[in-house]
């Protein structure tokens, strides 16, 4: 099993410029959320999903979309970057709920100039 | 709501010397309660969690920490450190039971450094 996979690992992007962030697992969790990781502030919580088709806010959503089509995929969008979102962004999945066990991705390394 | 402070931002310890890595949390419900490892440049591996059976949990690595209800406490330990524990560290804890936004919060992380 290849666990949560997300793409791409790095990128940069210019201000204004829009990309997606992508997001697979194949654990068949139901459970599924967006972190941004920056020094000293450890993880917080952009969006969440709790099953195909339901999306929520978390402590950070400003700035991006999310989508959930299907159980596996969980992209994450940014509409129009800024150099506020330079940051590592984390997908994760987790079986029994959002406050339980999670598994990580590797991450995307965001730069926005 | 719930809370985590992680009390120190580094820690630096001696190759086969103790480590303590501490946490402190606060919650409105019966937490869970987590350690995450991040190893450089990669994504976060649970090391080990706390769901309210035994107080002293063991996870991988040599790795355990204890679980002081009274202390709202969660410190991590291994009795004998090795180069490749060199890592980032995050203590974190569940939010209200049924998740929401609350899922999990993180503490803000310990850099752990080991000497040769």
């Known amino acids: 099993n290849a666990g949560v996979t997300q793409t791409p690992k790095f990128q940069v992007l210019k201000t204004g410029q829009s990309m997606t962030l992508q997001c697979a697992q194949d654990?068949?969790?139901?459970?599924m959320s967006w972190y941004r990781q920056d020094p000293g502030m450890g993880l917080r919580l952009i969006h969440y999903?709790?099953?195909?088709?339901?999306?929520d806010q978390g402590e950070v959503p400003n700035g991006y979309n999310v989508s959930r089509s299907t159980t596996e995929d969980f992209p994450l969008r940014l509409l129009s970057a800024a150099p506020s979102q330079t940051s590592v962004y984390f997908c994760?999945?987790?079986?029994?709920?959002?406050?339980?066990?999670?598994?990580f991705g590797q991450g995307t390394r965001l730069t926005v100039v | 709501a719930q809370s985590v402070t992680q009390l120190d931002s580094h820690v630096s310890v001696s190759e086969g010397t103790p480590v303590l890595l501490r946490c402190n949390y606060s919650s409105s419900y019966s937490p869970s309660l987590f350690w995450y490892v991040q190893h450089p440049n990669k994504g976060l591996q649970l090391l080990l969690k706390?769901?309210?059976?035994?107080?002293l949990v063991k996870g991988i690595n040599g790795f355990e920490a204890e679980f002081k209800k009274s202390e709202t406490s969660f410190h991590l330990t291994k009795p004998s450190a090795h180069m490749s524990d060199a890592a980032e560290y995050f203590c974190?804890?569940?939010?209200?039971?049924?998740?929401?936004?609350?899922?999990?919060?993180f503490g803000k992380g310990t850099h752990l450094i080991i000497q040769p």
């Open positions: 974190v804890v569940s939010g209200r039971p049924g998740g929401g936004a609350d899922g999990l919060t």
């Open positions: 706390y769901t309210s059976a035994a107080t």
């Open positions: 999903s709790v099953g195909a088709g339901i999306t």
């Open positions: 654990m068949n969790h139901e459970y």
């Open positions: 994760a999945s987790s079986l029994q709920g959002l406050n339980t066990e999670a598994f």
